[in-house]
């Protein structure tokens, strides 16, 4: 569960930052 989550926040902050 935890890991799963982790890897939507990166994937998401990376796009914020890709943005």
Sequence with gaps: M???H???K???VQ???RC
């Design 15 to 17: 796009v914020l930052l």
């Design 6 to 8: 982790d890897k939507e």
């Design 2 to 4: 935890s890991g799963r």
């Design 10 to 12: 990166g994937v998401n």
